[in-house]
């Protein structure tokens, strides 16, 4: 894994945050650095176990598999992303549920449900990168950083645009790109 496509994969894999954050920002709800620090560590916790997981996957079954059940994962994430805004069955584009006592303010326990409803797709990304023996760590500090960065940026920016439907949109980008990147990781290893 290139440390281009490290950072791309890492970006795809909080599309959906930024849609969050865009959401939030319309609707007036506040994310304050706490909240939005405790999801980023929940991202970074999400991915640095699937990276220990796909580190045994690698040692115990190969480096093929390792690879093949990342990519799966990424093209199944993606593809569960990408049919929950679709058919509206995944309500993380109406992200103001999660805002469960209605104080238009993300609680630090609100922040830990919202953490791993969001941090869910960073899984496959962890066996990726122990499967290309990306450097420990690496991953899941990009994973965090984009998280905290991405929703930040779309507070500020749904403060600004107003634009309500572009959540989802984000949504269905972040499916998207994560079904292309995870066809891409399968097909880069099987040709070779």
Partial sequence: MS???????????????????????VKGIKLSWQANGVI????FAFTWFAERAGSLIKLYFGVASAHVTGAVLIMAIGSWILGGAVFSTNH????????RDRS????????????????????PIGFEAAAFS????IMPCLIAIFSFLTLWCGVVFGKLLGAAH???????????????????????????
Avoid: C
């Fill in 92 to 99: 993380m584009y109406r992200p103001e549920q999660a805002d």
């Fill in 104 to 123: 238009q303010h993300i609680s630090a326990q609100e922040a830990l449900i919202l953490g791993i409803a969001l941090s869910v797709n960073a899984i």
């Fill in 134 to 137: 990306f450097p420990e760590l």
């Fill in 166 to 192: 572009t959540g989802k949109r984000t949504t269905i980008l972040s499916g998207v790109l994560l079904v292309v990147i995870g066809l891409y990781q399968l097909f880069s290893f099987i040709s070779p």
């Fill in 3 to 25: 440390w281009s496509l490290a950072l791309l994969t890492a970006l795809t894999a909080n599309l959906d945050n930024l849609g969050v954050g865009l959401a939030y920002g």
């Fill in 40 to 43: 980023a560590v929940v991202a």
